[in-house]
Protein backbone atom coordinates (compact mmCIF):
# COMPACT_ATOMS: atom_id res chain seq x y z
CA UNK A 1 0.00 0.00 0.00
CA UNK A 2 0.91 3.47 -1.04
CA UNK A 3 1.42 6.32 2.23
CA UNK A 4 -1.44 7.53 2.84
CA UNK A 5 -0.05 11.28 2.26
CA UNK A 6 0.82 10.09 -1.32
CA UNK A 7 -2.52 8.08 -1.41
CA UNK A 8 -4.32 11.38 -0.98
CA UNK A 9 -2.29 14.06 -3.42
CA UNK A 10 -2.26 11.50 -6.28
CA UNK A 11 -6.20 11.47 -5.96
CA UNK A 12 -6.57 14.83 -5.99
CA UNK A 13 -4.43 15.63 -8.66
CA UNK A 14 -5.24 13.15 -10.47
CA UNK A 15 -9.65 14.80 -10.00
CA UNK A 16 -7.65 18.01 -10.95
CA UNK A 17 -6.15 16.70 -14.25
CA UNK A 18 -9.62 15.97 -15.39
CA UNK A 19 -10.96 19.47 -14.87
CA UNK A 20 -14.06 17.52 -13.54
CA UNK A 21 -15.25 17.57 -9.79
CA UNK A 22 -15.73 14.29 -9.25
CA UNK A 23 -14.00 14.00 -5.66
CA UNK A 24 -13.90 10.12 -4.78
CA UNK A 25 -13.09 11.15 -1.33
CA UNK A 26 -13.91 14.10 1.28
CA UNK A 27 -11.18 16.08 2.74
CA UNK A 28 -9.59 13.70 5.56
CA UNK A 29 -7.86 15.42 8.57
CA UNK A 30 -4.28 16.70 7.62
CA UNK A 31 -1.99 19.34 7.16
CA UNK A 32 -0.86 22.23 4.78
CA UNK A 33 2.69 21.82 3.89
CA UNK A 34 4.58 25.46 4.41
CA UNK A 35 7.00 23.82 0.87
CA UNK A 36 4.65 23.48 -1.21
CA UNK A 37 1.06 24.19 0.23
CA UNK A 38 -0.40 20.96 -0.06
CA UNK A 39 -1.94 19.04 2.17
CA UNK A 40 -0.19 16.24 4.13
CA UNK A 41 -2.90 13.54 5.89
CA UNK A 42 -2.85 12.35 9.16
CA UNK A 43 -1.38 8.46 10.01
CA UNK A 44 -4.30 6.31 8.83
CA UNK A 45 -5.01 3.10 10.76
CA UNK A 46 -3.16 -0.28 9.99
CA UNK A 47 -6.50 -2.02 9.80
CA UNK A 48 -10.49 -0.79 9.98
CA UNK A 49 -13.51 -2.89 9.90
CA UNK A 50 -16.90 -1.93 9.41
CA UNK A 51 -19.69 -4.23 11.22
CA UNK A 52 -21.83 -5.09 8.47
CA UNK A 53 -24.52 -7.93 9.05
CA UNK A 54 -24.59 -10.42 6.83
CA UNK A 55 -27.82 -10.91 4.80
CA UNK A 56 -27.91 -14.11 2.68
CA UNK A 57 -28.96 -14.30 -0.86
CA UNK A 58 -32.41 -16.30 -1.43
CA UNK A 59 -31.50 -17.23 -4.72
CA UNK A 60 -28.66 -17.38 -7.38
CA UNK A 61 -29.70 -13.97 -9.11
CA UNK A 62 -30.50 -11.57 -6.00
CA UNK A 63 -26.92 -11.21 -4.98
CA UNK A 64 -26.56 -7.71 -5.69
CA UNK A 65 -30.05 -7.03 -3.57
CA UNK A 66 -28.92 -9.14 -0.46
CA UNK A 67 -25.73 -6.89 -0.54
CA UNK A 68 -28.00 -3.09 -1.13
CA UNK A 69 -29.54 -4.69 2.24
CA UNK A 70 -26.69 -5.19 3.78
CA UNK A 71 -26.07 -1.34 3.36
CA UNK A 72 -30.05 -0.54 5.02
CA UNK A 73 -29.01 -2.54 7.78
CA UNK A 74 -25.26 -0.81 8.73
CA UNK A 75 -26.86 3.08 8.43
CA UNK A 76 -29.99 2.42 10.33
CA UNK A 77 -32.70 1.26 7.27
CA UNK A 78 -34.70 -1.68 8.82
CA UNK A 79 -38.39 -1.02 7.07
CA UNK A 80 -37.48 -3.03 4.59
CA UNK A 81 -36.83 -7.00 2.94
CA UNK A 82 -35.24 -8.35 -0.26
CA UNK A 83 -38.49 -9.03 -1.79
CA UNK A 84 -39.85 -5.43 -1.41
CA UNK A 85 -36.15 -4.35 -3.42
CA UNK A 86 -36.79 -7.33 -5.70
CA UNK A 87 -40.39 -5.80 -6.60
CA UNK A 88 -39.20 -2.20 -6.96
CA UNK A 89 -36.27 -3.67 -9.39
CA UNK A 90 -39.44 -5.59 -11.28
CA UNK A 91 -36.58 -8.03 -12.66
CA UNK A 92 -34.21 -10.78 -11.88
CA UNK A 93 -31.44 -9.37 -14.36
CA UNK A 94 -29.99 -7.16 -11.38
CA UNK A 95 -27.46 -4.92 -12.94
CA UNK A 96 -24.94 -2.50 -10.84
CA UNK A 97 -27.41 0.61 -12.51
CA UNK A 98 -30.23 -1.11 -10.63
CA UNK A 99 -28.75 -1.10 -7.19
CA UNK A 100 -27.82 2.46 -8.09
CA UNK A 101 -31.45 3.22 -8.78
CA UNK A 102 -32.53 1.28 -5.40
CA UNK A 103 -29.92 3.38 -2.88
CA UNK A 104 -30.92 6.75 -4.62
CA UNK A 105 -34.15 6.14 -3.61
CA UNK A 106 -33.43 4.74 0.17
CA UNK A 107 -31.43 8.46 0.57
CA UNK A 108 -28.05 6.44 0.73
CA UNK A 109 -25.30 8.74 -0.23
CA UNK A 110 -22.97 7.21 -2.57
CA UNK A 111 -20.81 7.52 -5.75
CA UNK A 112 -21.31 4.87 -8.50
CA UNK A 113 -18.03 4.09 -10.91
CA UNK A 114 -17.71 2.35 -13.83
CA UNK A 115 -15.64 1.88 -17.39
CA UNK A 116 -18.60 1.69 -19.46
CA UNK A 117 -21.37 3.81 -20.27
CA UNK A 118 -24.80 0.87 -20.13
CA UNK A 119 -24.72 -2.80 -21.61
CA UNK A 120 -21.25 -3.78 -23.05
CA UNK A 121 -22.63 -5.35 -25.98
CA UNK A 122 -19.08 -7.21 -26.47
CA UNK A 123 -20.29 -9.90 -23.70
CA UNK A 124 -23.12 -11.42 -25.71
CA UNK A 125 -20.50 -14.73 -25.97
CA UNK A 126 -20.51 -14.84 -22.12
CA UNK A 127 -22.23 -17.62 -20.81
CA UNK A 128 -23.25 -15.67 -17.82
CA UNK A 129 -24.86 -12.55 -20.15
CA UNK A 130 -25.78 -14.64 -23.54
CA UNK A 131 -29.44 -15.47 -22.61
CA UNK A 132 -30.47 -11.93 -20.69
CA UNK A 133 -28.41 -9.20 -22.48
CA UNK A 134 -30.64 -9.09 -25.77
CA UNK A 135 -33.51 -8.19 -23.31
CA UNK A 136 -31.06 -5.90 -21.18
CA UNK A 137 -29.41 -4.12 -24.00
CA UNK A 138 -32.55 -1.16 -24.24
CA UNK A 139 -33.65 -1.53 -20.36
CA UNK A 140 -29.87 -0.76 -18.98
CA UNK A 141 -28.87 1.61 -21.49
CA UNK A 142 -31.98 3.67 -20.50
CA UNK A 143 -31.48 3.72 -17.48
CA UNK A 144 -27.92 4.82 -17.78
CA UNK A 145 -29.73 7.96 -19.72
CA UNK A 146 -31.63 8.75 -17.41
CA UNK A 147 -29.74 8.52 -14.21
CA UNK A 148 -28.39 12.23 -14.25
CA UNK A 149 -32.32 13.16 -14.21
CA UNK A 150 -33.08 11.00 -11.67
CA UNK A 151 -29.96 12.80 -9.48
CA UNK A 152 -27.84 9.52 -10.05
CA UNK A 153 -24.03 10.46 -10.61
CA UNK A 154 -22.47 8.34 -12.44
CA UNK A 155 -18.68 8.31 -13.12
CA UNK A 156 -16.39 6.72 -15.66
CA UNK A 157 -13.29 5.61 -14.86
CA UNK A 158 -11.62 2.53 -12.70
CA UNK A 159 -11.39 2.80 -9.07
CA UNK A 160 -7.40 1.66 -8.07
CA UNK A 161 -6.61 -1.04 -5.18
CA UNK A 162 -4.81 1.70 -3.62
CA UNK A 163 -7.45 3.86 -3.68
CA UNK A 164 -9.79 1.78 -2.09
CA UNK A 165 -7.48 0.67 0.83
CA UNK A 166 -7.54 4.46 1.67
CA UNK A 167 -10.85 4.70 1.77
CA UNK A 168 -11.75 1.86 3.95
CA UNK A 169 -8.75 2.98 6.21
CA UNK A 170 -10.17 6.38 6.70
CA UNK A 171 -13.19 4.87 7.68
CA UNK A 172 -16.07 6.92 5.93
CA UNK A 173 -16.96 4.20 3.28
CA UNK A 174 -17.63 0.90 2.12
CA UNK A 175 -18.28 -0.60 -1.17
CA UNK A 176 -20.51 -2.45 -3.03
CA UNK A 177 -18.47 -4.20 -6.27
CA UNK A 178 -19.03 -6.33 -8.90
CA UNK A 179 -16.90 -9.84 -9.00
CA UNK A 180 -16.44 -12.49 -10.94
CA UNK A 181 -17.57 -15.05 -8.27
CA UNK A 182 -15.09 -18.18 -9.04
CA UNK A 183 -11.98 -15.59 -9.21
CA UNK A 184 -12.96 -14.58 -6.10
CA UNK A 185 -13.54 -17.67 -4.15
CA UNK A 186 -12.28 -20.66 -6.37
CA UNK A 187 -10.62 -22.39 -3.24
CA UNK A 188 -14.14 -22.27 -0.60
CA UNK A 189 -16.58 -22.95 -2.47
CA UNK A 190 -17.98 -25.44 -0.41
CA UNK A 191 -19.47 -22.78 1.70
CA UNK A 192 -21.55 -21.73 -0.98
CA UNK A 193 -25.22 -22.21 -0.51
CA UNK A 194 -26.89 -21.10 -3.36
CA UNK A 195 -28.62 -24.42 -4.71
CA UNK A 196 -27.86 -23.60 -8.46
CA UNK A 197 -24.37 -22.34 -8.49
CA UNK A 198 -22.17 -24.45 -10.34
CA UNK A 199 -18.88 -24.18 -8.89
CA UNK A 200 -16.94 -26.20 -11.07
CA UNK A 201 -17.70 -23.68 -13.65
CA UNK A 202 -14.43 -21.67 -14.78
CA UNK A 203 -16.80 -19.07 -16.53
CA UNK A 204 -17.39 -15.71 -15.80
CA UNK A 205 -19.82 -15.20 -13.16
CA UNK A 206 -21.23 -12.12 -11.86
CA UNK A 207 -21.87 -11.79 -8.20
CA UNK A 208 -22.22 -8.44 -5.59
CA UNK A 209 -19.96 -8.47 -2.23
CA UNK A 210 -19.71 -5.86 -0.02
CA UNK A 211 -15.89 -4.73 1.08
CA UNK A 212 -16.19 -3.63 4.71
CA UNK A 213 -12.75 -3.63 6.22
CA UNK A 214 -8.90 -3.90 5.26
CA UNK A 215 -5.71 -4.94 7.08
CA UNK A 216 -2.48 -3.65 5.95
CA UNK A 217 -0.59 -6.48 7.92
CA UNK A 218 -2.24 -9.06 5.93
CA UNK A 219 -2.93 -7.26 2.96
CA UNK A 220 -6.63 -8.57 3.00
CA UNK A 221 -9.87 -7.07 2.44
CA UNK A 222 -13.02 -7.92 4.86
CA UNK A 223 -15.85 -8.80 3.20
CA UNK A 224 -19.72 -9.61 3.22
CA UNK A 225 -20.28 -12.46 0.85
CA UNK A 226 -24.67 -13.03 0.54
CA UNK A 227 -23.47 -16.48 -1.20
CA UNK A 228 -20.93 -17.69 1.36
CA UNK A 229 -22.46 -18.81 4.99
CA UNK A 230 -19.68 -17.56 6.51
CA UNK A 231 -20.66 -14.24 7.84
CA UNK A 232 -17.04 -13.14 8.02
CA UNK A 233 -14.88 -13.38 5.36
CA UNK A 234 -11.29 -12.15 4.06
CA UNK A 235 -9.88 -12.08 0.41
CA UNK A 236 -6.01 -11.01 -0.17
CA UNK A 237 -5.83 -7.66 -2.44
CA UNK A 238 -4.71 -9.79 -5.19
CA UNK A 239 -7.84 -12.12 -5.21
CA UNK A 240 -10.00 -9.48 -5.14
CA UNK A 241 -8.10 -7.02 -8.02
CA UNK A 242 -8.64 -10.04 -10.58
CA UNK A 243 -11.86 -10.96 -9.15
CA UNK A 244 -13.53 -7.17 -9.94
CA UNK A 245 -11.37 -6.51 -12.89
CA UNK A 246 -12.06 -9.67 -14.82
CA UNK A 247 -13.63 -9.13 -18.44
CA UNK A 248 -17.73 -8.43 -17.95
CA UNK A 249 -17.96 -6.58 -14.71
CA UNK A 250 -16.61 -2.95 -16.43
CA UNK A 251 -14.69 -2.85 -12.94
CA UNK A 252 -18.60 -1.78 -11.09
CA UNK A 253 -18.35 0.09 -7.51
CA UNK A 254 -20.74 2.06 -6.03
CA UNK A 255 -18.91 4.03 -2.70
CA UNK A 256 -20.82 4.29 0.03
CA UNK A 257 -20.89 7.73 2.34
CA UNK A 258 -21.35 5.96 5.71
CA UNK A 259 -21.19 9.62 7.66
CA UNK A 260 -23.55 11.52 4.91
CA UNK A 261 -26.06 8.34 4.89
CA UNK A 262 -26.36 8.09 8.46
CA UNK A 263 -27.37 11.78 9.11
CA UNK A 264 -29.76 11.63 6.02
CA UNK A 265 -31.46 8.60 7.94
CA UNK A 266 -34.40 6.88 7.74
CA UNK A 267 -35.87 5.73 4.61
CA UNK A 268 -39.41 6.63 2.45
CA UNK A 269 -42.30 4.76 3.23
CA UNK A 270 -42.79 2.37 0.22
CA UNK A 271 -45.91 2.19 -1.03
CA UNK A 272 -45.83 -0.07 -3.99
CA UNK A 273 -47.29 1.07 -7.56
CA UNK A 274 -46.43 0.34 -11.48
CA UNK A 275 -45.10 4.13 -10.95
CA UNK A 276 -42.49 3.12 -8.05
CA UNK A 277 -40.96 0.34 -10.30
CA UNK A 278 -37.49 1.58 -11.16
CA UNK A 279 -37.41 -0.44 -14.60
CA UNK A 280 -40.59 0.76 -15.82
Known sequence: MWPSYLMFNKM???EA????DSNLVESYPGEQSPRDGKCRVSALPCSHFVEVPHINQLYSWDCGLACVLMVFRTVGIDSCDIQTL???CCTNSIWTVDLAYLLHKFSISFSYYTVTFGANPNYSGETFYKEQLPNDLVRVDTLFQKALEAGIRIKFRSVSQEEICFLILCGKYIAIVLVDQYKLSPSCQDDVFIPDFCGS?????GHYVIICG?????????IRDPACSRKHERVSSTCLEE???SFGTDEDLLLISLKKSRQQGGSPSIQLSPNDKINS
Open 201 to 205: NSDYT
Open 86 to 88: AEL
Open 243 to 245: ARK
Open 17 to 20: SDGK
Open 12 to 14: EDE
Open 214 to 222: YDTATDEFE
